[in-house]
């Protein structure tokens, strides 16, 4: 086991750059998720980091080492695939026990440790099945014994459960978390799905266009994200925005709404912001009125669709309250928990 | 071979990845040019030949002629015999190009699309074509064209050419136009078109790759064909140009700076027209292969 | 096969398999018009041209005939003890048989080989498997006759290379003991393209996640192909050898401006027998008995390969 560095990483094919200047450490034992839009580059950084892929400029570390010029096979790395990558020849046994051959262990140790594996991921009954005789779950599980049946340094996941259906996706992704809590192993996880990325990961790495956005705790994430993209991101539904400008220490729309915030700079009027509301942190009551346009309950909690002065707005109500399309609601958005993000930059202006 | 699968498509190198290290780009150069030599040195050699002198090409068979013989080709391009040959093969191509798609994709419609008693036994009775060359059956072949008094004529070449590329023609055909969308049918019988209809106005212009694939197999296969115009064939003025080659090293048994020459004219359209549409003749002639 | 009405087909049933499901019903009325134009055609051309040649070659096997008047010389199977008694027949046997062992033990593996080569991420590997190709597309009588040249005791390169070296030029084509295996150099040359495209064509299919899984279990560059690689090209190989098998069996238009079947038969394929022996002669009893065992040969050679090796591709 060993902790991995990235430095100053860049990728580009031809002319074309699709990773610009990546810097993250991963600590030992670490888990960290790498979200962001699809074609934002999340493959491209796990590729190079399992040399699979050159990389055009900048460091990889594994423990101390720089390991730009190594092949996969002399960089101690298990990999994970989308698509699985099981080898249809072979058993599921041997697909288990083939990177252990490949090193010339004995053939004793390879049985315990396949089995040891194929008992923590429930395989055992289905070992010497070939590939195309599973299911999509059961796959999967095999994918992982593979990688967890060699001890390496570092496990790579590229977007592993987007194969499955959505429920067994649920289950798979609390497979892995105590998959992770039993060998400890620093992992890279890469997915474009927030909702995976924060349950499984301790620490998440925002990506946009090759560039990261912002990394910390899942949790920091959600209640200060650094800038618009990393707002509209993360969190599930999404942020409301509005365009506005400064006027008098507020944010005012041009459809007249008002919102009040805290912020340590000073900022002068006619600066054009934007606010941003999570729809789970509005508050019901208060000076946002507006037509419900839609309603959609879901059990335990009820989305709303409000028509705040020609702005379409999501919010998250109770579902004690009963409320019918056309019907008027009003709601307020509480000052600490409005967002308020330079129109331009994208930067966060407000303190929260 | 009855699954379809993507045609090979020999035009698009893998990209991505980790590019190759000098050693080995080191060792795939050097085979790779040293097989690329094997492959092109007989044919280079043959189209300067061309251009040399019999004296010459006995001393200096590799490299380039000392004095250019442009008469060589001259000749041979100003000729009646050389153009006369490309017209026949032309002729003999187009004919059972023609013929074979459009009696197979009729018959692959039928079997395809119309369910009736025996189809499956009718398949099987094309598909017996598959197993067995031409050459099988030459001589009853030949009596059959003689009685029927088409010794000598091109249809006595086309006409066996059709028949025996049948089998194959049919079971692409019938394959593509299996895996074309149902819906289309639903929607076009809703419509109140019938089969016939059907066939003409949807199936047969969804059908391009296919009639591309099968066209370039059975045209490929008629301008290279020697066996079939050499039995059924007496009169010089009608050969085709592998017939003609035959002869023309017959008359300039020693002349091989002649003969060389005249190889070179005649397989050039060959080269050109690989180069020019290779991705499709690679994908048409390895198609009975994948299919 | 069992006739379906679209209206008792389970719902889920025909979604799952809809074109074969649902084809098997006639929606349409008036099948017939469309029988009877689409199909007499094809049926027509291919009996009389196809079907019943076989059938009469069969027939005129048994007879003593030029191929004039009414085959009515009836001579039992004669011409069959007649041909397997022939020396230049066995010598053709041979060689197909040898045609077949170098295909499989030679150009296969060697077009396995440069498949490998050319699927490579390098510069210009499009630009070679196209000339690798080239030799396949060209005529087979164009490419006998450039050999011809090349093996030119006189004119030709290996003249030019023996000269170089100060020796005397051999004449491999006139040498019976030469000759045939120059031809199998012609036919490794002229072929083993399309077994390159063929495996090209596999390797291209094989999911290149699945050889990265490889690389990072650790295997090598001949690790990777040897336990990777080929098990996935199974099918591909099998086939390969399958069209090695029936080409070799029709091979005749490169031989005839090579050898012609010379020199004293040494290079004589079944085909060619078939025609010097056959149609040359104007022997139709004799060469047509030539064809049904060519036509046997062939039919159980496909058979057998199809029945043991392909029975899972
Ligand atoms: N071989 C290549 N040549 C050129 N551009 C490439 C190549 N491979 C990837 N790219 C580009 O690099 C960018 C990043 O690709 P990457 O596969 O890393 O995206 P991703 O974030 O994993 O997306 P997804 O979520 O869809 O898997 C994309 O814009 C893609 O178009
Ligand atoms: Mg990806």
């Not at chain 1, 099981?86 to 697909?95: A, C, Q």
């Not at chain 3, 027998?273 to 030539?290: K, N, P, T």
């Amino acid at each position: 086991m060993a902790g991995l560095e990235l430095r100053n990483i860049a990728k580009s094919y031809g002319s074309v750059s699709v990773i610009e200047g990546i810097n993250l450490s991963v600590e030992d034992g670490e888990f960290v998720a790498l979200v962001g839009p699809s074609g934002c580059g999340k493959s491209t950084i796990l590729r190079m980091v399992a040399g699979l892929e050159d990389i055009t400029g900048g460091d990889i570390l594994i423990g101390d080492n720089v390991v730009n010029e190594l092949t996969p096979r002399e960089r101690n790395i298990a990999m994970v695939f989308q698509s699985y990558a099981l080898y249809p020849h072979m058993s599921v046994y041997k697909n288990m026990a083939f990177n252990l051959e490949l090193s010339g262990k004995p053939k004793d140790e390879i049985d315990r440790r396949v089995r040891e594996a194929a008992r923590m991921l429930e395989l055992e009954p289905l070992l010497d099945r070939k590939p195309n005789q599973l299911s999509g779950g059961q796959r999967q599980r095999v994918a992982m014994g593979r990688a967890v049946v060699r001890d390496p340094a570092v496990f790579l996941f590229d977007e592993p459960l987007s194969n499955l259906d959505a429920k067994l996706r649920v289950q798979m992704r609390s497979e892995i978390k105590t998959l992770h809590r039993k060998v400890g192993v620093t992992s890279i996880y890469v997915t474009h799905d927030q909702v995976e990325a924060m349950t499984l990961a301790d620490r998440v790495v925002v990506l946009n266009h090759g560039v990261i956005q912002q990394e910390g705790s899942p949790m920091e994430l959600y209640r200060r994200p650094a800038n618009l993209f990393v707002a509209g991101f993360i969190g599930s539904p999404a942020m409301n925005f509005f365009d506005a400008v400064i006027e008098g220490g507020t944010a005012r729309t041009a459809n007249g709404l008002t919102f009040p915030f805290v912020s340590d700079q000073q900022l002068v009027d006619g600066h054009k912001v934007v606010v941003g509301i999570r729809p789970e942190h509005f508050l019901t009551g208060g000076a946002l009125a507006g037509e419900v346009t839609f309603v959609e309950p879901t059990g335990g909690q009820t989305f709303v669709t409000l028509d705040l002065a020609g702005h379409q707005t999501m919010v998250l109500v109770s579902s004690e309250q009963d409320i019918d399309t056309g019907a008027s609601l009003s709601v307020s958005a509480p000052i600490e928990r409005t967002y308020i993000f330079d129109a331009e930059a994208g930067n966060r202006l407000s303190r929260n | 071979m009855t699954e379809t699968t993507a045609p090979i498509d020999a035009a698009t190198a893998s990209s991505g990845g980790r590019s190759e290290r000098l050693p080995t780009k080191i060792y795939l150069y050097t085979s790779l040019t040293i097989l690329a030599a094997i492959i092109i040195i007989p044919l280079v050699t043959t189209a300067l030949g061309g251009f040399k002198t019999l004296g010459e090409l006995r001393g200096n068979p590799f490299g380039l002629p000392s004095d250019w013989q442009w008469e060589n080709y001259g000749g041979i391009l100003f000729s009646q015999r050389y153009w006369l040959q490309m017209g026949n093969s032309l002729l003999i191509a187009g004919l059972t190009v023609f013929l074979t798609l459009a009696f197979s994709a009729m018959a692959a419609f039928a079997f395809a699309h119309v369910k009736f008693f025996g189809s499956g036994f009718l398949l099987n009775y094309f598909l017996i074509g598959l197993m067995f060359p031409a050459a099988t059956a030459i001589l009853p072949l030949f009596i059959r064209i003689r009685d029927l008094g088409l010794l000598d004529t091109y249809w006595g070449v086309v006409l066996p050419q059709v028949a025996f590329g049948l089998g194959m023609s049919i079971l692409l055909f019938r394959n593509f136009f299996r895996n074309l969308p149902s819906e289309l049918f639903d929607a076009a019988f809703v419509d109140g078109a019938g089969y016939i209809r059907f066939f003409w106005s949807i199936t047969l212009p969804l059908s391009r790759p296919i009639i591309a694939t099968v066209g370039i197999i059975s045209f490929v296969g008629s301008w290279n064909s020697y066996i079939l115009p050499l039995i059924m064939l007496n009169s010089e003025s009608k050969y085709p140009w592998p017939l003609g080659i035959m002869v023309y090293r017959g008359e300039f048994s020693t002349d091989w700076q002649l003969i060389l020459a005249f190889i070179t004219l005649t397989i050039l359209p060959t080269v050109i027209v690989f180069f020019a549409a290779q991705k499709h003749i690679i994908a048409g002639l390895t198609a009975g292969a994948v299919k | 096969m069992s006739q379906t009405s679209s209206i008792s087909a389970p719902r889920a049933l025909s979604a799952r398999t809809p074109a074969i499901a649902r084809r098997k019903s006639n929606r349409v009325r008036g099948t017939w018009p469309v029988l009877v134009l689409f199909l007499p055609p094809a049926l027509l051309l291919f009996t009389v041209f196809v079907i019943l040649p076989m059938g009469e070659a069969a027939w005129y096997s048994f007879y003593n005939w030029n191929g004039y008047g009414l085959p009515t010389q009836w001579i039992g199977t004669k011409n069959y003890e007649l041909i397997f008694n022939n020396g230049a027949f066995r010598q053709a046997l041979i060689n197909n048989g040898l045609i077949i062992l170098v295909s499989i033990v030679i150009q296969i593996p060697l077009a396995l080989w440069i498949a490998t080569m050319v699927t490579h991420r390098i510069k210009g590997a499009v630009m070679f498997r196209l000339l690798f190709f080239l030799p396949y597309v060209l005529a087979d009588v164009a490419a006998g006759m450039i050999w011809r040249f090349v093996y030119d005791g006189q004119f030709g390169l290996v003249a030019g290379i023996f000269n170089a070296m100060g020796m005397s030029a051999p004449f491999w084509l006139a040498d019976r003991q030469v000759a045939f295996y120059a031809v199998l150099g012609v036919i490794v040359w002229k072929y083993f393209g399309f077994h390159m495209m063929l495996f090209v064509a596999g390797l291209q299919s094989i999911d290149k996640s699945v050889l990265e899984a490889a690389d990072i279990d650790g295997a090598t560059g001949w690790q990777k192909f040897y336990r990777v690689t080929l098990p996935m090209l199974g099918s591909t190989v099998r086939l390969s050898v399958f069209f090695a098998v029936i080409g070799s069996l029709q091979l005749f238009d490169m031989i005839m401006p090579l050898t012609g079947g010379g020199p004293s038969n040494a290079t004589q394929t079944l085909v060619t027998f078939l025609y010097s022996f056959g149609v040359m002669r104007m022997q139709v009893g004799f060469g047509s008995a030539v064809g049904v065992v060519l036509f046997v040969i062939c039919v159980v050679l496909a058979f057998s390969y199809k029945r043991i090796f392909m029975k899972n591709d």
